[in-house]
């Protein structure tokens, strides 16, 4: 089954410098830095109010930042309008979903692989997603408002896939899921990384972004604090006492 364009083989894929966003006067991120690797899962943890989503809101450029520079897959794209980022091949999959509730499920698909980007392979982009999500294919028809919320979580990922990313950017996927749904978004992400796809994961369940990064920054007031591979800061102490909850 034919997956999403893969992206060249630059490393890292996307490079964050500098990076700062104020609201309304208050900084939500300073002087962030970090990168992600072509071909793997790059986790952004941190607490609430860290400046993770406003950090990937000013990747995608659903927001603008103040300064910083942020190059992707070879190219400078701060200040491009979302749009533009999407047709360069980087998806944000938003935290909250955001589906079109009164579209059935196809129509959501539909509408998001209608990018001039990914118009050609929109035939192959729906097969890749119907079968990397069953349940979708069994709910096709359904209205996206009355599907559950690891229901909508998967259709919030398959529009992201329906538009060819070389970069698929997911913000708090599991929140507000139940454990089994977490779980099982989870073994998702694996699938999708299994199939080729570069992730950059915004995640507050710190151990089981942990668990499958291959790479991960820590987060505090706006910039970055710690890095180190998901196995080295599942097991650093301090991020165990600050983040886990284990002394």
């Given at each position: ?39 793997g899962i790059t986790a952004l943890i941190g607490g ?77 982009n729906l097969d890749y997603v119907y079968d990397r ?9 359904q209205n996206a408002g009355s599907l559950s919320g ?98």
């Amino acid at each position: 089954m034919a997956g999403p364009v893969q992206a060249s083989h630059l490393a890292p894929l996307l490079e964050v410098r500098g990076l700062a966003f104020d609201y309304g006067g208050v900084q939500a991120v300073q002087d962030c830095s970090f990168d992600v690797s072509n071909g793997g899962i790059t986790a952004l943890i941190g607490g609430n109010g860290a400046g993770k989503t406003t950090s990937v809101l000013s990747v995608s450029g659903a927001r603008r930042a103040r300064k910083g520079h942020i190059r992707f897959d070879g190219a400078d794209i701060l200040g491009l309008p979302a749009h533009e980022v999407v047709e360069r091949g980087l998806a944000l999959v938003p935290e909250g979903r955001l589906v079109f509730e009164q579209l059935s499920v196809h129509e959501n698909l539909l509408i998001a692989g209608h990018t001039a980007r990914s118009r050609r392979r929109l035939k192959d982009n729906l097969d890749y997603v119907y079968d990397r999500f069953p349940r979708l294919q069994e709910r096709r028809q359904q209205n996206a408002g009355s599907l559950s919320g690891g229901e909508q979580q998967m259709l919030a990922i398959g529009r992201g896939l329906m538009t060819s990313p070389k970069l698929l950017i997911l913000d708090e996927p599991s929140l507000g899921l139940s454990p089994i749904l977490v779980s099982t978004i989870f073994r998702l992400i694996r699938d999708l990384h299994n199939d080729g796809i570069s992730i950059l994961l915004v995640e507050q369940n710190l151990h089981q972004a942990l668990a499958i990064a291959d790479y991960a920054y820590v987060l505090e007031k706006g910039r970055v604090v710690q890095s180190g591979t998901g196995h080295e800061l599942l097991n650093d102490p301090k991020v165990k006492e600050a983040y886990l909850g284990v002394a």
